[in-house]
Protein backbone atom coordinates (compact mmCIF):
# COMPACT_ATOMS: atom_id res chain seq x y z
CA UNK A 1 0.00 0.00 0.00
CA UNK A 2 3.24 2.70 0.89
CA UNK A 3 4.94 1.88 -2.18
CA UNK A 4 1.60 1.50 -4.17
CA UNK A 5 0.35 5.32 -2.53
CA UNK A 6 3.87 6.79 -3.60
CA UNK A 7 3.67 5.55 -7.07
CA UNK A 8 0.68 7.16 -7.12
CA UNK A 9 1.44 10.25 -6.03
CA UNK A 10 4.86 10.10 -8.58
CA UNK A 11 1.98 9.30 -11.18
CA UNK A 12 1.14 12.96 -11.27
CA UNK A 13 4.71 13.73 -12.40
CA UNK A 14 4.87 16.29 -15.41
CA UNK A 15 5.52 14.32 -18.90
CA UNK A 16 7.47 15.60 -21.57
CA UNK A 17 8.68 14.91 -25.10
CA UNK A 18 9.28 11.07 -26.25
CA UNK A 19 8.21 10.01 -22.97
CA UNK A 20 4.39 10.85 -23.47
CA UNK A 21 1.56 8.18 -23.88
CA UNK A 22 0.21 7.66 -27.09
CA UNK A 23 -2.62 8.60 -27.91
CA UNK A 24 -5.50 5.99 -27.08
CA UNK A 25 -7.44 4.94 -30.18
CA UNK A 26 -11.36 6.16 -29.66
CA UNK A 27 -10.64 10.13 -28.42
CA UNK A 28 -14.32 10.29 -27.02
CA UNK A 29 -13.89 11.39 -23.18
CA UNK A 30 -14.59 9.96 -20.09
CA UNK A 31 -16.83 11.32 -17.15
CA UNK A 32 -14.50 12.74 -14.34
CA UNK A 33 -15.66 12.12 -11.40
CA UNK A 34 -16.56 14.88 -8.81
CA UNK A 35 -14.87 14.11 -5.47
CA UNK A 36 -17.49 13.58 -2.50
CA UNK A 37 -17.06 15.97 0.41
CA UNK A 38 -16.24 13.61 2.64
CA UNK A 39 -13.86 11.93 0.59
CA UNK A 40 -10.52 12.44 2.40
CA UNK A 41 -8.45 9.51 1.46
CA UNK A 42 -5.94 11.88 -0.54
CA UNK A 43 -5.59 13.72 2.26
CA UNK A 44 -4.83 10.89 5.07
CA UNK A 45 -2.67 9.02 1.91
CA UNK A 46 -0.68 12.20 1.83
CA UNK A 47 -0.42 12.69 5.14
CA UNK A 48 0.79 9.15 5.95
CA UNK A 49 3.63 9.79 2.95
CA UNK A 50 5.08 12.63 3.80
CA UNK A 51 7.35 12.21 6.29
CA UNK A 52 9.03 9.72 3.89
CA UNK A 53 8.72 12.15 0.95
CA UNK A 54 10.04 14.81 3.26
CA UNK A 55 12.60 12.93 3.85
CA UNK A 56 13.90 12.36 0.63
CA UNK A 57 13.85 16.63 -0.25
CA UNK A 58 15.19 20.00 0.87
CA UNK A 59 13.17 23.38 0.94
CA UNK A 60 14.06 24.72 -2.57
CA UNK A 61 15.99 28.13 -1.52
CA UNK A 62 19.50 29.24 -2.64
CA UNK A 63 20.18 28.23 -6.25
CA UNK A 64 16.14 27.46 -6.48
CA UNK A 65 15.13 30.81 -4.95
CA UNK A 66 13.49 31.74 -8.33
CA UNK A 67 11.30 28.61 -7.88
CA UNK A 68 10.23 29.41 -4.52
CA UNK A 69 9.26 33.03 -5.84
CA UNK A 70 7.07 31.81 -9.21
CA UNK A 71 5.96 29.27 -6.99
CA UNK A 72 4.37 31.62 -4.35
CA UNK A 73 3.11 34.18 -7.11
CA UNK A 74 1.42 31.20 -8.84
CA UNK A 75 -0.48 29.90 -5.56
CA UNK A 76 -1.66 33.62 -4.91
CA UNK A 77 -3.88 32.95 -7.40
CA UNK A 78 -5.81 30.00 -6.21
CA UNK A 79 -9.29 31.31 -5.43
CA UNK A 80 -8.93 31.81 -1.07
CA UNK A 81 -11.21 29.47 -0.47
CA UNK A 82 -9.79 26.64 -2.09
CA UNK A 83 -5.76 28.42 -1.07
CA UNK A 84 -6.36 27.78 2.87
CA UNK A 85 -6.71 23.98 2.25
CA UNK A 86 -3.54 23.00 1.26
CA UNK A 87 -0.12 23.24 2.95
CA UNK A 88 1.60 24.86 -0.21
CA UNK A 89 5.03 24.48 -0.06
CA UNK A 90 8.24 23.63 -2.85
CA UNK A 91 10.88 20.73 -2.44
CA UNK A 92 13.29 20.01 -4.23
CA UNK A 93 14.37 16.00 -4.87
CA UNK A 94 18.22 15.79 -5.24
CA UNK A 95 18.39 12.61 -7.77
CA UNK A 96 19.19 14.93 -10.96
CA UNK A 97 16.02 13.43 -12.52
CA UNK A 98 13.56 15.43 -14.95
CA UNK A 99 10.04 15.49 -13.19
CA UNK A 100 8.07 17.14 -11.00
CA UNK A 101 4.83 15.58 -9.16
CA UNK A 102 2.46 17.45 -6.68
CA UNK A 103 1.23 15.87 -3.36
CA UNK A 104 -2.62 16.28 -2.38
CA UNK A 105 -1.61 18.23 0.35
CA UNK A 106 -0.72 20.97 -1.98
CA UNK A 107 3.42 20.17 -1.75
CA UNK A 108 4.94 20.12 -5.03
CA UNK A 109 8.18 18.52 -5.83
CA UNK A 110 10.38 19.09 -8.61
CA UNK A 111 13.77 16.28 -9.11
CA UNK A 112 16.96 18.53 -9.60
CA UNK A 113 17.53 17.32 -12.98
CA UNK A 114 14.45 19.44 -14.25
CA UNK A 115 14.99 22.44 -11.40
CA UNK A 116 18.49 23.03 -13.31
CA UNK A 117 16.81 22.83 -16.30
CA UNK A 118 14.43 25.86 -15.32
CA UNK A 119 17.22 27.50 -13.56
CA UNK A 120 17.09 31.40 -13.62
CA UNK A 121 13.84 31.57 -15.85
CA UNK A 122 10.92 32.04 -13.66
CA UNK A 123 8.92 31.37 -16.95
CA UNK A 124 9.76 28.15 -16.99
CA UNK A 125 9.62 27.51 -13.40
CA UNK A 126 6.10 28.72 -13.72
CA UNK A 127 5.34 26.27 -16.89
CA UNK A 128 5.84 23.58 -14.75
CA UNK A 129 4.55 24.47 -11.18
CA UNK A 130 1.15 25.76 -12.78
CA UNK A 131 0.29 22.38 -14.30
CA UNK A 132 1.00 20.61 -10.58
CA UNK A 133 -0.62 23.45 -8.49
CA UNK A 134 -3.79 23.13 -10.70
CA UNK A 135 -3.39 18.47 -9.80
CA UNK A 136 -3.99 19.62 -6.24
CA UNK A 137 -6.77 22.40 -6.75
CA UNK A 138 -8.29 20.12 -8.71
CA UNK A 139 -7.67 17.07 -6.54
CA UNK A 140 -6.36 14.76 -9.33
CA UNK A 141 -5.00 12.22 -6.88
CA UNK A 142 -8.47 11.61 -5.72
CA UNK A 143 -10.25 11.46 -9.19
CA UNK A 144 -8.03 8.96 -10.08
CA UNK A 145 -8.25 6.92 -7.11
CA UNK A 146 -12.22 6.81 -7.51
CA UNK A 147 -11.85 6.74 -11.13
CA UNK A 148 -9.27 3.25 -10.70
CA UNK A 149 -12.43 2.12 -8.45
CA UNK A 150 -14.60 2.45 -10.75
CA UNK A 151 -13.37 0.60 -13.26
CA UNK A 152 -12.54 -2.28 -10.16
CA UNK A 153 -16.11 -2.43 -10.03
CA UNK A 154 -16.40 -3.25 -13.65
CA UNK A 155 -17.22 0.35 -14.78
CA UNK A 156 -20.91 0.02 -14.33
CA UNK A 157 -21.83 -0.03 -10.79
CA UNK A 158 -20.86 3.85 -10.57
CA UNK A 159 -18.13 4.88 -8.00
CA UNK A 160 -18.15 2.66 -5.40
CA UNK A 161 -15.58 4.08 -2.36
CA UNK A 162 -14.01 0.88 -0.79
CA UNK A 163 -11.85 -0.09 2.24
CA UNK A 164 -8.43 1.36 1.43
CA UNK A 165 -6.83 -1.24 3.25
CA UNK A 166 -8.74 -4.32 1.64
CA UNK A 167 -6.21 -5.63 -1.21
CA UNK A 168 -8.21 -4.56 -4.42
CA UNK A 169 -8.27 -8.38 -5.72
CA UNK A 170 -11.26 -7.38 -7.77
CA UNK A 171 -9.53 -5.20 -10.37
CA UNK A 172 -9.64 -6.94 -13.48
CA UNK A 173 -6.78 -5.36 -15.60
CA UNK A 174 -8.30 -5.98 -18.78
CA UNK A 175 -7.23 -4.17 -21.92
CA UNK A 176 -10.15 -1.83 -21.87
CA UNK A 177 -10.05 -0.89 -18.30
CA UNK A 178 -6.17 0.12 -19.10
CA UNK A 179 -7.22 1.78 -22.29
CA UNK A 180 -9.88 3.19 -20.03
CA UNK A 181 -7.25 4.53 -17.33
CA UNK A 182 -4.86 6.08 -20.17
CA UNK A 183 -7.80 8.02 -21.46
CA UNK A 184 -8.60 8.97 -18.30
CA UNK A 185 -5.05 10.87 -17.46
CA UNK A 186 -4.56 12.07 -20.69
CA UNK A 187 -8.23 14.18 -20.35
CA UNK A 188 -6.86 14.55 -16.74
CA UNK A 189 -3.34 15.90 -18.09
CA UNK A 190 -4.33 18.13 -20.30
CA UNK A 191 -7.37 19.75 -17.94
CA UNK A 192 -4.46 20.45 -15.29
CA UNK A 193 -2.61 22.37 -18.74
CA UNK A 194 -5.45 24.15 -19.46
CA UNK A 195 -5.93 25.46 -15.79
CA UNK A 196 -1.90 26.19 -15.58
CA UNK A 197 -1.85 28.19 -18.33
CA UNK A 198 -4.76 30.30 -17.33
CA UNK A 199 -2.83 30.48 -14.06
CA UNK A 200 0.40 31.79 -15.59
CA UNK A 201 -0.99 34.36 -17.88
CA UNK A 202 -3.55 35.83 -14.72
CA UNK A 203 0.31 35.61 -12.43
CA UNK A 204 2.32 36.88 -15.36
CA UNK A 205 4.18 34.28 -16.96
CA UNK A 206 3.18 34.08 -20.55
CA UNK A 207 2.24 30.99 -22.12
CA UNK A 208 5.15 30.52 -24.61
CA UNK A 209 6.87 29.17 -21.57
CA UNK A 210 5.24 25.79 -21.58
CA UNK A 211 5.85 24.63 -24.77
CA UNK A 212 8.99 26.13 -24.46
CA UNK A 213 9.78 23.95 -21.45
CA UNK A 214 8.71 21.12 -23.70
CA UNK A 215 10.71 21.27 -26.16
CA UNK A 216 13.85 21.75 -24.24
CA UNK A 217 12.79 18.36 -22.54
CA UNK A 218 12.33 16.56 -25.82
CA UNK A 219 16.00 18.08 -26.81
CA UNK A 220 17.07 16.48 -23.63
CA UNK A 221 16.03 12.87 -24.92
CA UNK A 222 14.91 10.23 -22.39
CA UNK A 223 16.22 8.72 -19.43
CA UNK A 224 16.22 4.60 -19.35
CA UNK A 225 13.75 3.98 -16.37
CA UNK A 226 11.56 6.56 -16.11
CA UNK A 227 8.83 5.23 -18.83
CA UNK A 228 6.30 4.28 -15.73
CA UNK A 229 6.20 8.24 -14.26
CA UNK A 230 5.33 9.58 -17.88
CA UNK A 231 2.83 7.26 -18.92
CA UNK A 232 -0.03 9.02 -18.31
CA UNK A 233 0.96 12.37 -20.00
CA UNK A 234 0.34 13.22 -23.71
CA UNK A 235 3.21 14.90 -25.94
CA UNK A 236 3.54 18.63 -26.01
CA UNK A 237 3.29 18.40 -29.51
CA UNK A 238 -0.49 16.12 -29.40
CA UNK A 239 -1.68 18.84 -26.56
CA UNK A 240 -0.48 21.69 -28.45
CA UNK A 241 -3.16 20.59 -30.90
CA UNK A 242 -5.93 19.81 -28.40
CA UNK A 243 -4.84 23.16 -25.81
CA UNK A 244 -4.83 25.40 -29.12
CA UNK A 245 -7.87 27.38 -27.77
CA UNK A 246 -6.83 27.51 -23.92
CA UNK A 247 -3.47 28.54 -25.30
CA UNK A 248 -4.94 31.55 -27.37
CA UNK A 249 -7.37 32.64 -24.44
CA UNK A 250 -4.40 32.37 -22.13
CA UNK A 251 -2.37 34.86 -24.33
CA UNK A 252 -5.19 37.05 -24.98
CA UNK A 253 -5.23 37.33 -21.14
CA UNK A 254 -1.91 37.80 -20.90
CA UNK A 255 -1.48 40.57 -23.16
CA UNK A 256 -4.64 41.98 -21.17
CA UNK A 257 -3.36 41.97 -17.62
CA UNK A 258 0.36 42.87 -18.79
CA UNK A 259 0.72 45.52 -21.46
CA UNK A 260 4.11 45.99 -20.89
CA UNK A 261 5.59 42.24 -21.74
CA UNK A 262 9.14 43.13 -20.80
CA UNK A 263 7.54 44.50 -17.15
CA UNK A 264 5.84 41.12 -16.39
CA UNK A 265 7.06 38.84 -13.60
CA UNK A 266 8.36 36.42 -16.39
CA UNK A 267 9.68 38.87 -18.86
CA UNK A 268 9.57 38.94 -22.33
CA UNK A 269 8.12 35.77 -23.97
CA UNK A 270 10.95 32.92 -24.74
CA UNK A 271 11.63 32.12 -28.38
CA UNK A 272 9.58 28.79 -29.48
CA UNK A 273 10.20 26.94 -32.54
CA UNK A 274 8.28 24.01 -33.61
CA UNK A 275 9.74 21.35 -35.84
CA UNK A 276 7.81 19.62 -37.55
CA UNK A 277 8.95 15.77 -38.51
CA UNK A 278 11.84 15.97 -41.49
CA UNK A 279 10.88 14.85 -44.94
CA UNK A 280 13.78 12.33 -46.84
CA UNK A 281 13.95 11.63 -50.48
CA UNK A 282 16.41 10.08 -52.40
CA UNK A 283 16.84 12.80 -55.72
CA UNK A 284 19.79 11.05 -57.50
CA UNK A 285 21.79 8.22 -57.78
CA UNK A 286 23.65 8.86 -54.53
CA UNK A 287 22.30 11.94 -53.34
CA UNK A 288 19.25 12.22 -50.65
CA UNK A 289 17.52 15.88 -49.45
CA UNK A 290 16.57 16.21 -46.51
CA UNK A 291 13.48 19.00 -45.71
CA UNK A 292 12.82 20.61 -42.02
CA UNK A 293 9.91 22.28 -41.83
CA UNK A 294 9.44 24.91 -39.02
CA UNK A 295 7.63 27.99 -37.25
CA UNK A 296 9.13 29.81 -35.00
CA UNK A 297 7.80 32.58 -32.54
CA UNK A 298 9.32 35.84 -30.72
CA UNK A 299 12.36 34.94 -32.31
CA UNK A 300 14.39 38.53 -33.21
CA UNK A 301 17.46 37.19 -35.04
CA UNK A 302 18.59 34.37 -35.88
CA UNK A 303 18.48 30.43 -35.27
CA UNK A 304 21.15 27.51 -36.40
CA UNK A 305 19.75 24.41 -38.09
CA UNK A 306 22.02 21.07 -37.10
CA UNK A 307 21.96 17.84 -38.67
CA UNK A 308 23.72 15.74 -36.46
CA UNK A 309 25.00 12.31 -36.45
CA UNK A 310 25.79 9.85 -33.83
CA UNK A 311 25.73 5.75 -33.50
CA UNK A 312 22.78 4.46 -32.53
CA UNK A 313 20.58 6.22 -30.42
CA UNK A 314 23.19 8.66 -28.78
CA UNK A 315 22.14 11.75 -30.12
CA UNK A 316 19.34 11.89 -27.45
CA UNK A 317 22.17 11.68 -25.31
CA UNK A 318 23.73 14.92 -26.07
CA UNK A 319 23.08 17.77 -23.99
CA UNK A 320 20.72 20.74 -24.04
CA UNK A 321 23.62 22.64 -25.00
CA UNK A 322 25.05 21.14 -28.04
CA UNK A 323 28.31 21.41 -28.76
CA UNK A 324 30.18 22.03 -32.38
CA UNK A 325 30.78 18.38 -33.91
CA UNK A 326 32.74 18.61 -36.98
CA UNK A 327 30.24 15.64 -37.93
CA UNK A 328 27.42 17.78 -37.99
CA UNK A 329 25.99 20.51 -40.68
CA UNK A 330 24.56 23.78 -40.13
CA UNK A 331 22.39 26.14 -41.78
CA UNK A 332 21.43 29.87 -40.46
CA UNK A 333 17.54 30.92 -40.71
CA UNK A 334 15.86 34.08 -39.80
CA UNK A 335 12.81 31.38 -39.51
CA UNK A 336 10.14 34.48 -40.64
CA UNK A 337 7.84 32.76 -42.59
CA UNK A 338 5.17 31.27 -41.08
CA UNK A 339 6.28 27.67 -42.11
CA UNK A 340 9.98 28.00 -42.83
CA UNK A 341 11.91 24.77 -44.66
CA UNK A 342 15.31 24.15 -44.24
CA UNK A 343 16.73 21.86 -46.83
CA UNK A 344 19.74 19.89 -46.30
CA UNK A 345 21.42 17.62 -49.97
CA UNK A 346 23.63 15.12 -48.68
CA UNK A 347 25.90 13.79 -51.74
CA UNK A 348 27.37 10.78 -51.53
CA UNK A 349 30.61 11.44 -49.78
CA UNK A 350 28.30 13.21 -46.58
CA UNK A 351 25.58 10.24 -46.47
CA UNK A 352 27.75 8.26 -43.59
CA UNK A 353 29.63 11.45 -41.28
CA UNK A 354 31.56 8.77 -40.47
CA UNK A 355 32.08 5.07 -40.39
CA UNK A 356 29.23 3.14 -38.52
CA UNK A 357 27.65 6.47 -37.70
CA UNK A 358 24.30 8.03 -39.40
CA UNK A 359 22.24 11.12 -39.63
CA UNK A 360 19.72 10.94 -36.99
CA UNK A 361 18.46 13.98 -35.73
CA UNK A 362 17.92 17.86 -36.24
CA UNK A 363 18.68 20.35 -33.98
CA UNK A 364 17.15 23.81 -34.00
CA UNK A 365 19.75 26.04 -31.74
CA UNK A 366 19.73 29.76 -30.39
CA UNK A 367 22.59 32.49 -30.79
CA UNK A 368 24.11 30.56 -27.56
CA UNK A 369 23.94 26.81 -28.81
CA UNK A 370 21.38 25.88 -26.73
CA UNK A 371 18.87 23.78 -28.38
CA UNK A 372 15.05 25.36 -29.17
CA UNK A 373 14.07 22.21 -30.92
CA UNK A 374 14.79 18.43 -32.00
CA UNK A 375 13.29 16.53 -34.63
CA UNK A 376 14.23 13.16 -35.29
CA UNK A 377 14.75 11.83 -38.68
CA UNK A 378 13.27 8.89 -40.69
CA UNK A 379 16.03 6.65 -42.28
CA UNK A 380 17.10 7.22 -45.46
CA UNK A 381 15.64 5.24 -48.20
CA UNK A 382 18.18 3.46 -50.22
ZN1 LIG B 1 0.38 16.19 -14.85
Given at each position: MEANAAKQIRSFAIGFGL????SVTGQQSVDIPEVPPAFKLDVESAARLRPQLMAQSTA????YATGSLVFSRLVEQVLAESRSKFAWQLRIVD???LNAYSSPDGTVYVESGLARLAGPSSGLWAALLSHEIAHVVRRDWARRYLYQKYLENG?????VLG????????????EKASADLGRFGRQMELEADREGLMMMAHAGYHPDFVPALHHLLHARGLGTNTRSIYAMHPCWEERDHELSRAYIAASIEFARRWPEWYASPGGNPPVVVFAEEPTVRKTGEKEWQIRVPMRCQNLAGAVEVVLSASR?????????YLPESDTDTRQLTG???PRTTITFTLADTS???????QWTDVYVLDAWGSVLARAELPKLPH
Open positions: LCAVASGRDDQGGAGIDPSLPSGSWQDSGTAARERPACTSVRPKPGA
